[in-house]
């Protein structure tokens, strides 16, 4: 079982910036991919950006504004959300897919809302 734990969320004007953390409760070193959705009112689920060992990618609304990043000794993952738009208004969710000898297993944070005025 590993526990995802989302903060840096909060309010902003259009043209900010907020960094979102994710913090898991065991190491991350040899997770399969971690990544950042979000969820706006009435919308489905999307993807931001994920991240493995070896890779980024991002989804196209975000490109050149967000980063994500790793710090695996401090078993956390980070979201750098730079020239927000209010369309970035949502819910933003923590994703993890872990491997073992045998399973695979997706874990989510409860999420962090971040609200974007203009």
């Known amino acids: 079982q590993v526990q995802l734990v989302e903060s840096g969320g909060g309010s902003v004007q259009a043209g900010g910036s907020l960094r979102l953390s994710c913090a898991a409760s065991r190491s991350i070193d040899s997770f399969a991919g971690m990544g950042w959705y979000r969820q706006g009112p009435g919308k489905a689920r999307v993807l931001v950006a994920d991240i493995t060992s070896s890779s980024t990618n991002y989804a196209d609304a975000v490109k050149g504004r967000f980063t994500i990043s790793r710090d695996n000794a401090q078993n956390t993952m980070y979201l750098q959300m730079n020239s927000l738009k209010p369309e970035d208004t949502a819910v933003y969710y923590c994703?993890?897919?872990?491997?073992?000898?045998?399973?695979?297993?997706?874990?989510w944070g409860q999420g962090t809302q971040v609200t974007v005025s203009s």
């Open positions: 994703k993890a897919v872990v491997l073992a000898w045998t399973t695979r297993a997706t874990y």
